[in-house]
T-cell receptor, first 111, second 115 residues
Framework: DAKTTQPPSMDCAEGRAANLPCNHSTISGNEYVYWYRQIHSQGPQYIIHGLKNNETNEMASLIITEDRKSSTLILPHATLRDTAVYYC????????????FGSGTRLLVRP | DTGVSQDPRHKITKRGQNVTFRCDPI?????LYWYRQTLGQGPEFLTYFQNEAQLEKSRLLSDRFSAERPKGSFSTLEIQRTEQGDSAMYLC?????????????FGPGTRLTVL
């Protein structure tokens, strides 16, 4: 079972920041938080990951609370092409590194 | 294009028929994963390979399913005696054993429809 909880849907205006929350209250100390997204009719795409510290890359920023029980993915200037389902995943800490997806958040970016 | 490719992209078959899907991973990746995704749900892990060895199979992978990666390069997923419940998107992903976050790169998927 997925170890994360996300809102089923969100929307934001084009050009504004999109803040996608995720709860992972049972996360273990050595488990990473990953974010992937899936644009319609495509395979999932890696966005970002983190352990404890906040992370930023060319796509997004990841803010992880100090207790690590929740996180927020931030798309600083959302575009119409960011419309997708966003998955927050706590990576299973075994040798497989398999990903356990939940149902994700469907983000709609409005023009 | 150097990404993960899957073939075919779409497959329609009749119940009871066998189907086979192919996945070509990114060439230097030693890990290959298969996932299944039904409508409105996130992908579900099925199995993975490290090189040619199949190291884990999900309980979702019934005995009608078999996967191979004969030379540690491309992989095939075969479903025998298909059932309507097998209708789904079958996704393949590849990665390094280590490296940047063990990031998995996904292919576009094969959409299976069983009539």
């Amino acid at each position: 079972d997925a170890k994360t909880t996300q809102p089923p849907s969100m929307d934001c205006a084009e050009g504004r920041a999109a803040n996608l929350p995720c709860n992972h209250s049972t996360i273990s100390g050595n488990e990473y938080v990953y974010w992937y997204r899936q644009i319609h009719s495509q395979g999932p795409q890696y966005i970002i990951h983190g352990l404890k510290n906040n992370e930023t890359n060319e796509m997004a920023s990841l803010i992880i609370t100090e207790d690590r029980k929740s996180s927020t993915l931030i798309l600083p200037h959302a575009t119409l092409r960011d419309t997708a389902v966003y998955y927050c995943i706590v990576r299973v800490e075994d040798s497989s590194y398999k990903l356990i997806f939940g149902s994700g958040t469907r983000l709609l970016v409005r023009p | 294009d150097t990404g993960v490719s899957q073939d075919p992209r779409h497959k329609i078959t009749k119940r009871g028929q066998n189907v086979t899907f192919r996945c070509d991973p990114i060439s230097e990746h030693n890990r290959l994963y298969w996932y299944r995704q039904t409508l409105g749900q996130g992908p579900e892990f099925l199995t993975y390979f490290q090189n040619e060895a199949q190291l884990e199979k999900s309980r979702l992978l019934s005995d009608r399913f078999s996967a191979e990666r004969p030379k540690g390069s491309f992989s095939t997923l075969e479903i025998q005696r298909t059932e309507q419940g097998d209708s789904a998107m079958y996704l393949c992903a590849s990665s390094f054993t280590s490296g940047r976050a063990n990031e998995q790169f996904f292919g576009p998927g094969t959409r299976l429809t069983v009539l």
